[in-house]
């Protein structure tokens, strides 16, 4: 006698959307292919007896044919019209998708409209019920967390990652949040103004598993010192593994000399700093006159480079100050500073955050869902600025782009002592601007969505 046969596992197809691809791109964007934290986190939240499969979309072909019996997907702004592409080829054929993310949670209504569910908030808490009701076919349309998970309880499962070729960089994430309110700003309008993060012990326990020799850990939070003593116990713990890391961090920090020093004895090799404007009156509009504290961008540079902290300090264009003389004073002053690298961009309106609701309310946006619009492209000005053209704009953040990553600027940058101390770090100083050299103009004119796709979004209701 035969006994019955087993029944089969529910599968789970985790996917990673890209931002956007051209017609017969063959490589994606070096720069942008790390690790995606969010579906590793998303592996490992789901039920072990759940088959999961994982494809990152800017690495290789989504297999769309392969049976599956539930798509989960994180969803960003820039990502949201390839993931509904994405989710209308999955739909055609049957299976239901689930998406979360920050633009889920922005824009709940019309990430609705091509989901069979959706979660607004993060997932710690809810994502093994979103299986469990779709594995028993009683799915809800919408899963809301309240409140904020504790963080820590599962590490990110990286076995999905083996294979994929992405950059030698370990991902790591300590803290979800930030505690400031810059108007421009989803993390706040997300996490509504507030931090929470995994107990240090954990993620030292993590940092060794995952560490390998001479690899870098990038601490993905949004702000690691929005809460600065939680940041420095992360710290002490580091301390004794000897590891090279760097995270993204407001310019604050360099006040504390205790911070420092300890971010100089646990290894941090660099921190990416918003700058955003040298303008008082601009940083003013954004909600960010602390970085005018003290000394502001000059002083906390000087701090910085004491503690031997290279800094990739950023920097946005647009706001009601800026004048087309705004581009030159900015590159002038971040090479003059010895920035390791720096990001030179306009200001993008997110759904959800106060700057979208200003200028909405200003009549100042050229498109009602930039992110959705067959015309848009990646680095076009989505609104209309009040001292140049939205072209100006465009072109003026192009150069400074390419005035920062020439030549004469690198040669310049890599005389300062913060950036040439070690061979190793000034090999990689010389690695980095290279490839953001290749990269000032690959991204401008991206289409988001794959521009060679030949379906039809697919409503879900």
């Not at 002083?299 to 946005?316: D, K, Q, S, V, W």
């Not at 061979?423 to 991206?446: E, K, T, W």
């Amino acid at each position: 006698m035969t006994g019955a046969a087993s029944p089969r596992p529910f599968r789970l197809t985790l996917i990673h959307p890209c931002v956007g691809r051209r017609l017969g791109m063959k490589r994606y964007i070096r720069t942008w292919r790390m690790e995606p934290i969010p579906p590793a986190l998303l592996a490992a939240l789901a039920p072990p007896d759940v088959e999961t499969r994982f494809y990152d979309d800017r690495v290789e072909p989504i297999p769309f044919d392969q049976p599956t019996d539930l798509v989960a997907m994180s969803v960003e702004t820039y990502t949201a019209r390839r993931a509904y592409q994405i989710a209308s080829e999955y739909r055609r054929r049957g299976v239901p998708v689930v998406m979360g993310g920050f633009h889920a949670t922005l824009c709940p209504d019309e990430v609705s409209r091509y989901a069979d569910s959706i979660v607004v908030g993060e997932a710690e808490e809810i994502f093994a019920e979103v299986i469990d009701d779709h594995r028993h076919g009683r799915p809800l349309a919408c899963y809301r967390m309240a409140g904020r998970p504790r963080l820590g309880g599962v590490a990110p499962d990286r076995t999905i990652f083996r294979g994929k070729g992405y950059l030698p960089i370990k991902l790591v994430e300590f803290s979800r949040g930030c505690r400031f309110k810059c108007e421009f700003c989803a993390v706040q309008s997300f996490f509504g103004a507030t931090q929470n993060h995994v107990p240090p012990d954990r993620i030292a326990d993590e940092v060794r598993r995952v560490r390998r020799p001479g690899q870098m850990i990038f601490f993905i939070d949004d702000n690691i010192t929005s809460d600065l003593e939680a940041a420095k116990e992360l710290m002490r713990a580091l301390i004794p593994l000897g590891v090279r890391w760097v995270s993204q961090s407001s310019i604050t920090v360099a006040w504390d000399e205790e911070a420092l020093e300890l971010m100089r004895r646990s290894g941090c090799q660099g921190l990416l700093v918003g700058f955003e404007s040298l303008d008082p009156a601009n940083l003013a509009a954004m909600n960010k006159r602390f970085n005018l504290m003290r000394g502001g961008p000059a002083g906390a540079l000087e701090n910085f480079r004491r503690a031997g902290i290279r800094i990739y300090g950023t920097f946005i264009f647009g706001y009601d100050g800026d004048t087309p003389e705004t581009f030159g004073e900015t590159v002038r002053f971040a090479v003059e500073e010895g920035l390791y690298i720096a990001a030179f961009n306009h200001i993008t309106p997110f759904p959800g955050t106060p700057l979208y609701e200003r200028l909405a309310a200003e009549g100042r946006l050229r498109y009602d869902a930039w992110w959705l619009d067959p015309a848009y492209r990646y680095n076009e000005v989505p609104y209309r600025p009040r001292q140049m053209s939205p072209a100006e704009l465009e072109a003026g953040c192009l150069e400074a782009r390419r005035s920062f990553y020439n030549w004469p600027s690198i040669l310049r940058r890599a005389a300062a002592p913060a950036n040439r101390r070690g061979p190793f770090m000034l090999a990689n100083f010389f690695l980095i601007n290279a490839m953001h050299q290749l990269d000032v103009d690959r991204r401008s004119g991206l289409p988001l969505g794959d521009e060679g796709w030949q379906g039809s979004l697919l409503p879900a209701h």
